[in-house]
């Protein structure tokens, strides 16, 4: 039980990559406040995966680019176990849509500069007060980080880059604190992400690129993230792994 009586933050816990986390981290013994968007069906779901492994934890709604939202799961967490946080997992992100360029406005922008660094930058400030030495921060990049992204997605990727960057800052002014910040840049893994915006064809067609000949699955994601957020990793900071089969290598 790598992680008993630590309390656990994952924004995005819900569905997905943060499904897996959620309940990969409960399964080590953490207590885990699980923030959702919009799906409730999805995080009761969470909830019960959890409390089925005779776990604890939490689902809490907010939209994680506004300050107060973010406020309030963090309360929310607090409340229920008290006033320590030991692990953040900044899960929050999207690509939201393809665009060129030419057809994007500021609203665009704005989206997925919000969706993706705004919830990153705001949970880490929200959670410091409440992190002592031990304590680690997890985020989320992207291969798109290292590579550009794929068509449409420049933004995303500017995005990403920037989690990239704001990793490295954190890990340099907290780690005097005892706080560690590291993020993983995953590649296609299995999910509603890639249903949503990739085609099948395109899925098939780099597989058999990728040097493992696979997509990644949640678990594979979630693995890495709980060696980042427990004492496994605990010399490790300001990193940035990658975990794409082997397409790319930073």
Request: proline share 2%.
């Amino acid at each position: 039980m790598k992680l008993e009586g630590k309390v656990a933050i994952i924004t995005g816990g819900a569905r997905d990559l943060g499904r897996a986390i959620s309940v990969k981290l409960a399964s080590e013994g953490a207590k885990v406040v699980i923030n959702y968007f919009d799906n409730v069906e999805d995080a009761q779901e969470t909830l019960k995966m959890v409390q089925d492994l005779g776990s604890e934890g939490i689902i809490v709604q907010g939209d994680m680019t506004i300050a107060a939202d973010v406020k309030r799961f963090f309360d929310a967490g607090v409340a229920a176990y008290g006033s320590k946080i030991d692990i953040l997992v900044n899960v929050v992100g999207g690509i939201c849509g393809r665009k060129q360029i030419t057809e994007q406005d500021e609203d665009w922008y704005n989206l997925l500069m919000d969706v993706n660094m705004k919830s990153c930058w705001l949970c880490t400030r929200e959670v410091v007060p409440y992190m002592t030495d031990g304590g680690a921060i997890v985020n989320f990049s992207s291969l798109a980080a290292r590579d550009g992204g794929g068509p449409g997605a420049s933004l995303y990727a500017t995005a990403k880059g920037a989690v990239m960057t704001f990793t490295r800052c954190m890990a340099k002014e907290l780690g005097p604190k005892g706080i560690r910040v590291n993020a993983l840049a995953p590649g296609t893994i299995a999910t509603s992400f890639h249903d949503r915006f990739n085609t099948p064809e395109n899925r098939e067609r780099m597989k058999g690129i990728y040097p493992l000949r696979r997509e990644g699955d949640a678990g594979d994601v979630a693995d890495l993230a709980l060696f980042l957020a427990c004492a496994d990793s605990d010399y490790l900071t300001g990193t940035n792994i990658d975990i794409n089969g082997g397409m790319a290598f930073s």
